[in-house]
């Protein structure tokens, strides 16, 4: 089966339904949600709308868990925050309740879909580097063989292996190897931190094991405008151009 994963949507609809598009494209069978479907963006009702009608699972992301009152935000820097309580009160019902069920993880066979490290799930831990990754050989006996995570908002890869640690992974499409365990961070489909403004997304293939990264231009202006027209932080905009 062909799966399409993303995550850090951050209510850009503009980015999730460019991204939408090229998964129908590349013959996605199953949509996964990472989480972090709202907080940043201008268009938070219509993320949901358009995750819960497409994505199989969706695992619980931080800014879904503040806006749903399940975790303390009192930390996050002012513009975050001043976003999740837009977000809080803006929501329909529904969605707000959906946000509230979502799980913290979902693991199926050989894959586990979590936000953040799965070290422990609940405390949305940051994985963006090996020396991260290499935490994770803590728990390796329970590690699924490939485990899909959100949240640093980049594109990574990493290949775990008891005897030699944590490995970068550089490549853009690769194949899963027999004896290791890979950890694979998807990027953010609505707000890139990596210097490239398009969104991103991730393809597995479950019989062959092949993994790519992938890109989906979309209307940059469009999704900043909004933002701008809005009580949010117009830095939130700006940054959509240049992917940070």
């Not at 999730?16 to 201008?42: K, P, W």
């Not at 009160?89 to 799980?103: R, S, Y």
């Amino acid at each position: 089966m062909r799966l399409g994963i993303v995550s850090d949507i951050h209510a850009n609809i503009e980015a999730l339904q460019a991204c939408f598009e090229a998964m129908d494209a590349d013959g996605v069978e199953r949509t996964i949600c990472l989480g972090d479907v709202v907080g940043y963006g201008a268009s938070p009702n219509e993320a949901c709308s358009m995750v819960r009608s497409r994505a199989a699972h969706t695992i619980l992301g931080n800014h879904d868990a503040a806006v749903a009152g399940r975790m303390d935000y009192s930390y996050y820097y002012h513009a975050a925050r001043h976003a999740l309580d837009l977000h809080a009160k803006q929501l329909q019902p529904e969605h707000m309740e959906w946000l509230k069920t979502l799980p913290y993880q979902i693991r199926e066979g050989d894959v586990h879909f979590c936000h953040g490290s799965p070290l422990n799930v609940e405390e949305f831990d940051y994985i963006f580097a090996k020396d991260q990754a290499a935490e994770c050989l803590a728990m390796w006996s329970d590690m699924a063989e490939l485990t899909l995570i959100g949240h640093s908002h980049l594109c990574k890869a990493f290949a775990l292996s008891p005897e030699t640690g944590a490995r970068d992974v550089v490549a853009q499409k690769f194949e899963l190897r027999k004896g290791w365990k890979y950890i694979i961070s998807v990027g953010s489909v609505g707000q890139p931190r990596d210097y490239d403004p398009r969104a991103s997304y991730v393809l597995f293939d479950t019989e062959t094991k092949v993994l790519e990264f992938k890109r989906a231009v979309y209307d940059v202006k469009a999704s900043a405008d909004k933002i701008f027209a809005s009580d949010l932080e117009p830095n939130f905009g700006h940054r959509l151009f240049i992917g940070v």
